[in-house]
Structure formats: C-alpha cells, structure tokens
C-alpha cells in the first residue's frame, strides 16, 4: 500500500505565489518585446507623387511626360494602378520580367523611387483610345464571355467590364491601352516568353485573330 504524505498548504501556496511571479513577468517581458518591435519596424512607404514627377525624367523618352506614350511600342502607365506599376518596376529590377531596357532603367531604382513613380503614373489620366469597327463583335464576346469551346476565359472575369482591373490583386487596367502593345503581351504570355500562370493558361488557346480582337477592343474601353 502506498502512503500519501500529506501536503504543507503554506508550502503549496508559496510555491503558487512564487509560479505567478515568474509567469507575469514573462508574459509582461513579452509583451514589452512585441510593442518595441512594433515600434522599430518602419511602416509601408506609401508614394508620393509630386517626388515620382521630379524622378520620371528617364520614363519621359518613352512613355511620355503624363505617361501616355506616342507609340504602341511602349504602354501607357498613365491611371494605371499604383500596385501594378511598383510589382512591374520591382520585377525588372529584380530580375523576374526581362527587358533589357527597363531591366537597366530599373536596375538603381530604390523601393521609395518606386513607390513615387507608381504614385505619380497612377494619378494621370489615360489618352482615349479607339477600337477597329471589324473586330468589335469578336473581341467583345471574347473579353466579356470568353470562348468555351476553345478554353478562353473572359477577360472581364479579372480585368472589369470597362477594363478598369483590380489594383488589390495586380490585375492590371486594360482600357485605353495601345492594342498593338497588349498584343504583343498576349502573344508573349501564349509563347510562354512572359510567365504569368494565369495569363499563359488563357493565351494559350488564342489564334493571332483572337488576340487581335481582344487587345482592338480593350483599347476603346472607357
């Protein structure tokens, strides 16, 4: 048989005052940790446009003073969301989008640089465009519906009826942008030259009129 000694309550209570102590001081030398770490993380720089306007000298050459470029070779950034500009100006700089051009224009381009730049682009208002009468049918049923029987989901899907994208998730705006350059994209998300998952599942299964079509209507978007 075993035999229970019996406990001293004045031992047990000490031991209990004794445990707290030590647990309240943990607990307050934690939270003391958590608020100083707050304290000394900076917080998300947010752009400043008037900064982006003095720095978008070099952007100028080629996409304009207000960021509505002359020619479709390069895109408006003008009303372009500001999330969207910084991801892309981020990606040349870091080496995940190639262009030789923007890749070196990027190359000393600080997150605050950034930040201002996509600040000052997103405040400007885009040039209108206009879409090709003879690819107005098609390109409208392919950016609202899709095609189903190919296995093109509709553009609209992410992008908005009008084209206005979704800054939140880096859709990107498409209204008023030069056909010829989202052209040019599409044909470079189905070669899988541009790696987006997304963008080559749906360019994937688009012929050259498709494209065509699509990027002539989302030009005269509005």
């Not at 730049?117 to 209108?128: K, V, W």
């Not at 992008?159 to 800054?167: C, D, F, S």
């Not at 541009?194 to 360019?203: F, I, K, L, T, W």
Request: include cysteine; glycine fraction near 8%.
């Amino acid at each position: 048989m075993y035999t229970i000694a019996p406990v001293d309550c004045r031992v047990l209570r000490e031991e209990n005052r004794r445990m707290k102590q030590i647990w309240m001081a943990a607990a307050f030398s934690m939270v003391t940790s958590m608020a100083h770490a707050a304290e000394t993380v900076a917080p998300e720089y947010v752009g400043d446009a008037a900064q982006g306007q003095a720095k978008s000298a070099a952007c100028a050459a080629c996409h304009g003073q207000d960021g509505n470029s002359a020619v479709a070779d390069y895109p408006k950034l003008a009303g372009q969301h500001a999330s969207y500009l910084a991801s892309t100006l981020k990606a040349y700089r870091d080496g995940v989008r190639v262009n030789a051009i923007m890749q070196g224009l990027a190359a000393a381009l600080s997150d605050e640089d950034i930040a201002d730049l996509a600040a000052y682009y997103s405040e400007q208002d885009i040039t209108p465009g206009a879409t090709d009468p003879a690819l107005l049918a098609r390109g409208e049923a392919l950016y609202r519906f899709g095609d189903q029987d190919k296995g093109i989901s509709a553009c609209a899907a992410c992008h908005g009826p009008t084209g206005q994208g979704v800054g939140s998730a880096l859709f990107p705006a498409l209204n008023a942008q030069w056909a010829g350059y989202t052209e040019a994209q599409l044909k470079l998300f189905r070669e899988g030259t541009r790696e987006n998952v997304m963008m080559n599942g749906v360019a994937k299964n688009m012929s050259d009129a498709d494209i065509a079509a699509v990027s002539s209507y989302v030009e005269g978007l509005r």
